[in-house]
C-alpha cells in the first residue's frame, strides 16, 4: 500500500531534491520529532518518505494526517527491507536514511549536500553526530566522532568511524547496484559502507549532523548481537583485500571491535548499580573473546556471594552497623538508602508500588522473567492491556502485535473484551500470550486461562506473572482487585487448564523485598543482595511458561 502526499509544483524548484527516508516499526511516538527535525531544514528542498515495516501503533493514523509525507507501508520485513523500499520511492538525487527515534540538526543537510556537490564523483558523505538521552534530552560527555580524511576504505577496516547512518547523505545512483543486505540482523549499514567505500571515493568532516537518542529499546544494546554481526562484516570482506596494508587493517580491526564489546560488557556490569548478572550470551562472549574480563568477573560475583553468606552469620545489629560504616559495600554492595527503621511506619513510603522511587521491585523480575523467555515472543502475540512487554521484549521476531483490553476507550486495542469471556478472539491464532499482573483482576480466574489455551496455537506459549504479597491498586482497578496467589494455587490451575509437566513455574521474594514492595520501596533503594536470595515461604511474584501441546 502506498499513499503519496499532495505536493505544491512551486516547492521543489530547479535545485537538487534530498529524500529523507524514515523507517518506523512501532515508533509512533518518536516519529513527529524526527519528522520534525526535517521540516526545519535550513535546506528546504526535501521530501520525507516514511515507511511503516507493519507497524501496530498508530504511525499509519499520523503520517497520513500530514500532508507532507510521502506514506509506504509493508509487512514487517525488518529495518534493512524498509530502507530498500524507502530507495525505491525516493525521487530525490540525494538520499538520507533517518530513523523515527532521531534527529537532525537544522543545518545538517544543506551541509552534506555542499559537501556532496563539491565532490560529484563520491558515493557518500559523512559528517559527525552526538549521541543523548531520549527521555532527558541531554547530550553525553564522552563523544567519540573521529573524522577521517584519507583512505575511508581502509579505516573502515579498522572500525565504523562514521557511527550513525543519519549523518550520511548518499548518491542515490550508487543504489543502482547495491542495496541493504536484508539478511543481516545488526550492522547493516556498516555493511553498506564498506561496500561502497570499496567502489567510490567517499568524503568525511567533521561537521555535526545528527543526534543519535539512546534508548533501551536500542539495538545497540544488544552487544552479543553487534559483535556477531560487525564480524561478519569483517569477514565478508576478505575476499577484496588487495594489499597488505589492507590486510593488516582487518585484522586490526577484528580485535579492535572484540576489545571494545568487552569492555562495554563490562562496563555494563561493572556500572549496574544492582549488580545484576550478565547473560549467558554475554558471559561467552567474554570467555571467547576475553578471558581476563571473564575470571574478573567471575571472582567479582563470588566475593558478591562470599559477603552475602558472611553477612547472613552475623548478628543484625552488627552487620546494620558496618553497612552503616561502609565497610560491607566498599566496591561490592551499594550504599543502603533504607535500612530496617525505615519501616517503622504506617504511610507507606508509595501508594503507587514505587512506580515514583525509581521503579517497582517486582517489576525487575518481570523483565527478567520475561527476557529469559524472549525466544517465544515471536510471530503472533497477543498482548493484555497494552503491548509494552511484545515490543521492548520482541522486537523484530513479532510479526503481528495484538492488544485485548476490557475498556473499549483504549484506542490501541485490536480486540475488545473481558479474557475470561471473549469469543471474538481466535482460536490457535497466536504464537505467544503475555499476560502480566491482570490475573488477579478477573473473577474467573480458571475461564481466562482457558480462553488463553483456547487462541495458542498448537506449541504456543502464555508467559504468565501474578502477584502474591502486594500493596492492593488504589486507582482504576480497585474495585476488581479479587486475588493474591501462591506457587500451589497457580499449579492447581495450570494443572487443569494445561495439563501437568507442560508448564515451568518460578517463585520470587524474600522477607525483606516482600516488606520493601509492600512499603513502595524502589527497585534502587533495595540492597542489591536481596535480588538472589528467594525465598518460597515470602511469594512476593509467581511466573508461569505454559504450552500448549
Not at 22 to 43: F, G, K, M, W
Not at 54 to 59: C, M, P, V
Not at 81 to 86: Q, V
Not at 110 to 120: G, S, T
Request: hydrophobic residues 35%; proline residues 4%; glycine residues 6%.
Amino acid at each position: 500500500m502506498h499513499y503519496t502526499a499532495m505536493t505544491n509544483e512551486n516547492t521543489f524548484s530547479d535545485k537538487p531534491i534530498v529524500s529523507v527516508v524514515i523507517p518506523c516499526y512501532n515508533h509512533a511516538h518518536y516519529l513527529p520529532d524526527a519528522v520534525q527535525s526535517v521540516r526545519e531544514q535550513t535546506y528546504r528542498h526535501t521530501e520525507i518518505i516514511v515507511v511503516d515495516d507493519g507497524s501496530k501503533d498508530h504511525t499509519r493514523d499520523y503520517c497520513l494526517s500530514q500532508s507532507d509525507i510521502i506514506y509506504v507501508y509493508q509487512e514487517n520485513q525488518g529495518l534493512s527491507a524498509a530502507r530498500n523500499k524507502g530507495i525505491d520511492y525516493a525521487r530525490g538525487a540525494f538520499l538520507v536514511f533517518l530513523d523515527a527515534d532521531d534527529l537532525l540538526f537544522p543545518e545538517g543537510i544543506e551541509i552534506n549536500l555542499q559537501y556532496v556537490l563539491a565532490h560529484p564523483k563520491c558515493g557518500f558523505v559523512s559528517g559527525g553526530h552526538i549521541k543523548s538521552d531520549l527521555i532527558s534530552g541531554q547530550p553525553f560527555v564522552e563523544q567519540d566522532y573521529q573524522p577521517v580524511y584519507e583512505n575511508h576504505y581502509q579505516a573502515l577496516l579498522q572500525g565504523n568511524y562514521i557511527g550513525m547512518h543519519a549523518a550520511v547523505m548518499y548518491q542515490v545512483h550508487v543504489f543502482d547496484d547495491l542495496i541493504y543486505d536484508t539478511s543481516m540482523k545488526a550492522c547493516e549499514d556498516y555493511d553498506l559502507y564498506c561496500k561502497i567505500a570499496r567502489q567510490y571515493p567517499v568524503v568525511c568532516h567533521d561537521k555535526l549532523i545528527a543526534n543519535y537518542r539512546l534508548h533501551s529499546s536500542n539495538m545497540s544494546g544488544n552487544i552479543p548481537l553487534m559483535l556477531e554481526n560487525v564480524l561478519k562484516v569483517l569477514d565478508r570482506q576478505r575476499p577484496f583485500i588487495k594489499t597488505s596494508e589492507a590486510s593488516i587493517a582487518l585484522k586490526r580491526g577484528k580485535k579492535v571491535w572484540k576489545e571494545y564489546y568487552c569492555e562495554q560488557l563490562w562496563k555494563k556490569y561493572h556500572n549496574d548499580e544492582q549488580k545484576k548478572p550478565i547473560s549467558h550470551d554475554e558471559l561467552l562472549l567474554l570467555l571467547k573473546y576475553d578471558k581476563k574480563k571473564y575470571m574478573k568477573y567471575l571472582l567479582k560475583r563470588s566475593k558478591l556471594y562470599l559477603v552475602y553468606w558472611a553477612e547472613s552469620l552475623m548478628p543484625v545489629f552488627l552487620a546494620r552497623f558496618l553497612r552503616r560504616k561502609g565497610i560491607l559495600n566498599r566496591g561490592i554492595l551499594l550504599p543502603n538508602t533504607i535500612d530496617g527503621g525505615h519501616f517503622e511506619r504506617f504511610e507507606p513510603f508509595s501508594r503507587s508500588y514505587g512506580f515514583d522511587r525509581g521503579g517497582p521491585i517486582d517489576r525487575f523480575f518481570i523483565e527478567r522473567f520475561l527476557r529469559s523467555n524472549a525466544h517465544s515472543v515471536k510471530g503472533r502475540v497477543l498482548e493484555i492491556g497494552d503491548n509494552e512487554y511484545t515490543l521492548m521484549i520482541g522486537g523484530n521476531n513479532v510479526e503481528i502485535s495484538d492488544i485485548l483490553h476490557v475498556n473499549e476507550n483504549n484506542k490501541k486495542a485490536t480486540f475488545i473484551g473481558d479474557l475470561s469471556d471473549a469469543p471474538g478472539l481466535p482460536s490457535d491464532a497466536f504464537d505467544c500470550v503475555i499476560l502480566t499482573q491482570t490475573l488477579h483482576l478477573i473473577w474467573d480466574v480458571k475461564d481466562a486461562l482457558e480462553t488463553c489455551k483456547r487462541v495458542l496455537k498448537k506449541g504456543g506459549c502464555l508467559l504468565l506473572t501474578v502477584p502474591g504479597i502486594s500493596q492492593i491498586e488504589v486507582g482504576e482497578w480497585a474495585t476488581t482487585w479479587y486475588w493474591s496467589f501462591t506457587d500451589r494455587s497457580i499449579k492447581k490451575f495450570m494443572n487443569e487448564t494445561f495439563g501437568e509437566g507442560n508448564y515451568e513455574l518460578e517463585v520470587f521474594g524474600n522477607a525483606y523485598l516482600a516488606s520493601a514492595f509492600l512499603f513502595g520501596a524502589g527497585q534502587g533503594e533495595v540492597d542489591p543482595r536481596f535480588y538472589d536470595l528467594q525465598d518460597p515461604y515470602y511469594q512476593m511474584l509467581i511466573c508461569v511458561k505454559a504450552v500448549k501441546h
